[in-house]
């Protein structure tokens, strides 16, 4: 089965520039997740969604970061204005539900530098 | 709100050597473990998980691990590591009684094997 799709591979702007990530899961996986990992830690979640629908964003710093899933399949993480600190990869994830055999798939992420 | 600790953030080993890699979680509800590794280029793959059952857990290649409640830990092991294994390694865990599932990980640890 084809995996977890994201896009750009990389990206490099300025800080307030803005930029967005997409995002394919993998065919009839209802979860999706965005992640972002900064270098030397682990991957920190941003949002989870349900279908077209937000089960999670506690995380997510609304005032620059937005996400959508509008038809429940796709979707993109925007940054507007991108802040230096925000130079991290950021990996998106899919499962099939949220149950317990429903394990995580990732993508290749896409590595973003902020100058 | 979880929390996970990995303590060796950098561990260099020979080929043959044993391995074991550290995992602390913090929840005061019931968890779910996974260990994911991630090897140079490639995308975060699972290698193995507990949900409930026998404590001792054996994943992919060779590794297995432990869950011992009354520690909070959830440390990796393999008997014999190869060059192959070469990789950053990350443990997570989600809380099973809540509907969340979305994984938080620790920091990582890289693992370097020298031939």
């Known amino acids: 089965e084809a995996g977890v799709a994201q896009s750009p591979r990389y990206k490099i702007i300025e800080k307030r520039q803005s930029v967005a990530f997409w995002c394919n899961p993998i065919s009839g996986h209802a979860t999706l997740y965005w992640y972002q990992q900064i270098l030397g830690q682990g991957p920190k979640l941003l949002i989870q969604?349900?279908?077209?629908?937000?089960?999670?964003d506690s995380q997510l710093p609304k005032d620059r970061f937005s996400a959508e899933r509008l038809k429940g399949v796709d979707s993109t993480l925007k940054i507007q204005p991108a802040k230096l600190e925000d130079s991290a990869v950021y990996l998106c994830?899919?499962?099939?539900?949220?149950?317990?055999?429903?394990?995580?798939?990732f993508g290749n992420g896409t590595r973003l530098t902020v100058t | 709100a979880q929390s996970v600790s990995q303590h060796n953030h950098h561990v260099i080993l020979s080929e043959a050597a044993s391995l074991e890699l550290g995992c602390n979680y913090s929840?005061?509800?019931?968890?779910?473990l996974f260990w994911y590794v991630q090897y140079p280029g490639q995308h975060l793959q699972l290698l193995l998980k507990?949900?409930?059952?026998?404590?001792l857990v054996k994943g992919i290649k060779g590794f297995e691990a432990e869950f011992i409640k009354s520690k909070f830990s959830f440390n990796l092991r393999k008997p014999s590591v190869q060059w192959s294994d070469t990789a950053e390694y990350f443990c997570?865990?989600?809380?099973?009684?809540?509907?969340?599932?979305?994984?938080?990980f620790g920091s990582g640890t890289r693992l370097q094997v020298q031939p």
């Open positions: 994830a899919s499962s099939f539900n949220t149950g317990n055999n429903s394990p995580l798939h």
């Open positions: 997570a865990v989600n809380a099973r009684d809540t509907g969340r599932r979305a994984l938080t």
């Open positions: 929840y005061g509800g019931t968890v779910n």
């Open positions: 969604f349900q279908n077209n629908g937000v089960v999670d």
């Open positions: 507990y949900f409930s059952g026998d404590p």
